[in-house]
């Protein structure tokens, strides 16, 4: 059985130290949960919820619209393909934020 109202933070990848602290801050969580610099993860832990995000300077209608490509700051979500493609166990739920552009076909 899975107690869906206490959902667990395992980790989460973040390199910014004030966004680091206000997540902390905002999620109760210890700033060792933090696994830092995402390109320098090497595996996944298990886990059965994976949320994540990317900067979105590179798609938002606003931003420069270079899209999603490596060496970009949106190449991010390419971190979580590659991590998603080399861990043991896959998360059996995936959730992606960003902005609406994300679903357009211009970028």
């Known amino acids: 059985m ?3 109202n206490k959902p667990e ?3 989460f990848c973040e390199s910014d130290p004030y966004a680091v ?3 902390c801050a905002i999620h109760n ?4 949960k933090n696994l830092g610099d995402i390109t320098k993860v090497s595996e996944l832990p298990k886990c059965d919820f994976l949320t994540y995000g990317f900067p979105c300077q590179d798609i938002s209608t606003v931003g420069n619209r270079k899209g999603i ?3 970009t700051r949106s190449g991010l979500l390419y971190e979580v393909e590659r991590l998603l493609e080399g ?3 896959k998360p059996k739920f995936l959730l992606m ?3 609406k552009a994300l679903t ?4």
């Open 87 to 89: 861990t043991k166990y």
């Open 29 to 32: 969580v210890p700033v060792e």
């Open 104 to 107: 357009e076909k211009t970028i």
């Open 21 to 23: 602290k206000s997540y």
């Open 9 to 11: 933070i395992i980790n």
């Open 2 to 4: 899975i107690n869906i």
């Open 69 to 71: 490509k490596q060496g």
């Open 97 to 99: 934020e960003n902005v």
